[in-house]
């Protein structure tokens, strides 16, 4: 089952919160049409797809360089 | 923490286990692994023959490594949703 939604939070354990969700094939499963907003178990996410236009790839892309120059000041302890 | 789930504290929720069985009911308690305490917990039967059977199961404390999805559960949606035509299989048991 895939859910569509507005991303509210995460946490270490990639629990994540949605807000605004829909079930992407909800002839399949309408079982959670009453269901606004959701709580997301960490351990049962198989993939998080985020639409291209709300990544800033120039800022990853920065902190990617960063880190490779100095592995030392975020890196392994 | 899982503070993500304080603001469900007290209200309806649906629940879906790891095994695709689906519960509802009210969010009493939880805690950093989340596991919960679900009060006047039903769980919610479906079937593709039949209406969407509603068995009240009491008070349920369920350990945080079978569920998968806490949702809010909106009351007034839920009373508009015809679960008596939702003839669908239950949802699926998941895999990893």
Known sequence: MAITGVLVSVDQFLNIKLDNIKVVDEERYPHMLAVKNCFIRGSVVRYVQLPAQSVDTALLQDAARRERQQPAASGRR | ?96
């Open chain 2, 1 to 96: 923490m899982s503070d993500q789930l304080k603001s469900l504290v007290e209200r309806p929720v649906f629940v879906y286990l790891t095994d695709g069985r689906t519960l509802v009911g009210q969010l009493m308690g939880y805690d950093q692994a989340t596991n919960v305490i679900l009060g006047q917990t039903h769980e919610r039967i479906f079937s593709p023959t039949e209406p969407m059977k509603s068995v009240p199961i009491g008070v349920y404390v369920i350990r945080g490594e079978t569920i998968a999805i806490i949702g809010e559960l909106d009351e007034e949606l839920d009373e508009a949703t015809d679960y008596d035509n939702m003839l669908v299989d239950p949802l699926d048991p998941i895999k990893l």
